[in-house]
Nanobody
């Protein structure tokens, strides 16, 4: 079984910073891309940022320059540093990872999601 557990969410004032973490655990063979998505109240889930196993990154255009994604492959962990936060960044932030496990002697790749961590930015 594979689990993704996010942490680091909370309440912050506009202009402040938060660092989210997401740790993958379980019977992991390897981790491919990892990423962060968010869902604001009444809106669809949207991409925040992704990072490949080689640390190549991709960001939502509107978040470039304020958010930074990184990962520690030794810890199976992905991070999201969020700076200059705005009230419109308020959302539940979800971790996503494409993880390879061994199933019946074969490698199986699946997408996994964490349960989310709430970020609230007050004005």
């Amino acid at each position: 079984q594979v689990q993704l557990v996010e942490s680091g969410g909370g309440l912050v004032q506009a202009g402040g910073s938060l660092r989210l973490s997401c740790a993958a655990s379980g019977s992991i063979f390897s981790i491919n891309a990892m990423g962060w998505y968010r869902q604001a109240p009444g809106k669809q889930r949207e991409l925040v940022a992704t990072i490949t196993s080689a640390s190549s990154t991709n960001y939502a255009d509107s978040l470039k320059g304020r958010f930074t994604i990184s990962r520690d492959n030794a810890k199976n962990t992905v991070y999201l540093q969020m700076n200059s936060l705005k009230p419109e960044d308020t959302a539940v932030y979800y971790c996503n990872a494409n993880i390879a496990t061994i199933v019946a002697l074969s490698v199986s790749n699946m997408n996994y999601w964490g349960k989310g961590t709430l970020v609230t930015v007050s004005s």
